[in-house]
């Protein structure tokens, strides 16, 4: 029996809509395993084989999708080069955790490309690092206090900014520690996830 190629063509907006896919259920997965919401605001929901808790709270959800759709349509333009999901303390606004993830993308690559790809291996190595994720509660600090988060998009400068978007400082882990998740490519698009924790005091 002969073995069945998973090789396809992906192109610049594909790749867009498997990234923007992706970071949509890695941060439901950090808010639900960091328990910035309470869980049973969360739903099941199944991707890539995983079982992975989603948000069904609608107010958070609509500011998710906003973002998100934003991200693929910046990442399609070239125009986006970093993701990163913030997680603040409420009370005192201290950033207790930085999820990067970082999208690297040649410069060769256009609109029109087509680039081969294994499907079977992008979705083993975004399995792995939503596996990470999840495993996350092993390796960080427990959040005890009441937290918040955000999104912050690095965009090239000559994108013009949306009247909904605010500029921010880069909203860093004062003496904070990283660590290093898989990455994973489509060929056109690299990640790589990065998370800076607050160390207890």
């Not at 069945?4 to 950090?30: D, H, P």
């Not at 960091?34 to 959800?61: C, E, P, Q, W």
């Not at 000559?158 to 003496?175: K, M, N, Q, R």
Request: aromatic content about 8%.
């Amino acid at each position: 029996m002969s073995a069945t190629s998973s090789k396809q063509t992906i192109t610049l907006k594909g790749s867009s809509k498997m990234v923007t896919e992706f970071l949509g259920y890695g941060i439901n997965s950090i808010l639900y395993q960091r328990g910035v919401y309470a869980s049973d605001m969360f739903k099941r929901d199944t991707y890539h084989g995983l079982i992975i808790h989603v948000m069904s709270d609608n107010s958070v959800n609509e500011y998710l999708d906003n973002v998100l759709k934003h991200i693929r349509e910046w990442m399609a333009n070239k125009y986006l080069r970093r993701v990163v999901m913030v997680i603040t303390d409420t009370s005192t606004s201290d950033v207790l955790e930085r999820w990067q993830f970082e999208l690297h993308c040649e410069d060769s690559i256009h609109k029109e490309s087509e680039i081969e790809f294994d499907l079977k291996k992008v979705q083993n190595g975004i399995r792995d690092v939503i596996r990470q994720i999840v495993a996350c509660v092993t390796f960080l600090p427990t959040l005890e206090a009441a937290c918040s988060f955000d999104i912050l998009m690095y965009t090239s400068k000559d994108l013009e900014e949306p009247e909904a978007f605010i500029e921010s400082g880069p909203c860093l882990v004062i003496g904070g520690e990283d660590v290093r998740l898989k990455s994973f490519s489509t060929q056109i698009h690299k990640v790589d996830t990065v998370v800076t924790y607050k160390k207890p005091s």
